[in-house]
């Protein structure tokens, strides 16, 4: 059984930074691509970033880059999201995704997690 479990959330004043980390197990790591994504109250899910199997490849939202960074361990079958100078339209539930391969589309995950709550206050 597949399972992503996603820490790190919380509230943050804005310009603060979070952590995310996402652990899976249940599934050869190494072979999928992961991906982050949110969804705030009322919007669809959107991408964040993602990461290739190898962690040589990452991929970000024009409305994240040059301050969240995504990196993968995979010794520790995990996942992180470093988000700093966060902004209030940051607040979001968070999730951590697999994929077969490095995407953008939600639709193209197989896997996902419960979600963690982010919380940015101006």
């Known amino acids: 059984q597949v399972q992503l479990r996603e820490s790190g959330g919380g509230l943050v004043q804005a310009g603060g930074s979070l952590r995310l980390s996402c652990a899976a197990s249940g599934l050869a790591f190494r072979s999928y691509g992961l991906g982050w994504f949110r969804q705030a109250p009322g919007k669809e899910r959107e991408f964040v970033s993602a990461i290739s199997g190898s962690g040589g490849f990452t991929n970000y939202a024009d409305s994240v880059k040059g301050r969240f960074t995504i990196s993968r361990d995979n010794t520790r079958n995990t996942v992180w999201l470093q988000m700093n100078t966060l902004k209030p339209e940051d607040t979001a539930v968070y999730y951590c995704?697999?994929?077969?391969?490095?995407?953008?589309?939600?639709?193209?995950?197989?896997?996902w997690g419960q979600g963690t709550q982010v919380t940015v206050s101006s």
């Open positions: 995704a697999a994929a077969l391969e490095l995407r953008t589309a939600a639709q193209e995950y197989k896997y």
